[in-house]
């Protein structure tokens, strides 16, 4: 698996409208068949600060989709937020799921 980890900071005030814009365009990333699944999340250390979180079956399908038109129509929708970020890339190399995950 490999993941995609985006560090968002987000513009003073702008916070609900960025996660209602986040949650609206999301079937972008969700509709791609490589993709496994994404996660948006809240810093409760740094103010305005958002991670997200995408899945995806391989590398070479995200990069496709990373340069796709659907990608930059996302991307498109959600840069007016953005006063800053960063991405990060991994290649998952063990998963556990916790005892809780059925709750």
Do not use: C, K
């Given at each position: 698996?490999?993941?995609?980890?985006?560090?968002?900071?987000?513009?003073?005030?702008?916070?609900?409208?960025?996660?209602?814009?986040w949650l609206q365009v999301g079937r972008a990333v969700t509709?791609?068949?490589?993709?496994?699944?994404q996660w948006l999340?809240?810093?409760?250390?740094?103010?305005?600060?958002?991670?997200?979180?995408?899945?995806?079956?391989d590398e070479r399908r995200f990069r496709e989709?990373?340069?796709?038109?659907?990608?930059?129509a996302h991307r498109t929708r959600l840069h007016p937020f953005r006063s800053g970020g960063s991405m990060t890339t991994m290649r998952v190399v063990y998963a556990m799921t916790g005892a809780g995950a059925g709750l």
């Amino acid at each position: 698996m490999f993941r995609v980890l985006l560090r968002m900071q987000i513009r003073s005030g702008m916070e609900r409208e960025f996660e209602r814009t986040w949650l609206q365009v999301g079937r972008a990333v969700t509709d791609h068949p490589a993709n496994l699944g994404q996660w948006l999340s809240r810093s409760q250390e740094e103010e305005g600060v958002y991670y997200i979180v995408s899945d995806w079956a391989d590398e070479r399908r995200f990069r496709e989709f990373e340069h796709s038109e659907g990608h930059l129509a996302h991307r498109t929708r959600l840069h007016p937020f953005r006063s800053g970020g960063s991405m990060t890339t991994m290649r998952v190399v063990y998963a556990m799921t916790g005892a809780g995950a059925g709750l």
